[in-house]
């Protein structure tokens, strides 16, 4: 279980120093509370960095990515990021 406060300096965190990894924790925090508008919310903003920032994301990550929208059951989203991680790349 996550203490409420982390997930605040999370946030504070975040709004100081945005980087793909701080976003990227705290929308697993919102998927295993159920919080599924947050994590998608966070998720957006972990793309648009990774879009902005060409190469920020590797493989994996969108490869995990996916993974956690199979699971979220929004599957359209999840044939986009496994669709991202065999361009980056086809071995993985």
Do not use: Q
């Amino acid at each position: 279980k996550t203490h409420p406060l982390f997930l605040e300096l999370l946030g504070r965190s975040i709004e100081t120093t945005p980087h793909p990894r701080l976003y990227w924790e705290k929308s697993l925090i919102h998927y295993h509370r159920g919080e599924n508008e947050n994590f998608f919310s966070d998720i957006s903003s972990l793309l648009e960095m990774g879009e902005e920032a060409k190469g920020l994301l590797d493989s994996a990550t969108y490869s995990k990515l996916g993974e956690i929208y199979l699971l979220a059951c929004s599957f359209e989203e999840a044939v986009h990021a496994l669709t991202s991680a065999i361009e980056k790349d086809p071995t993985n």
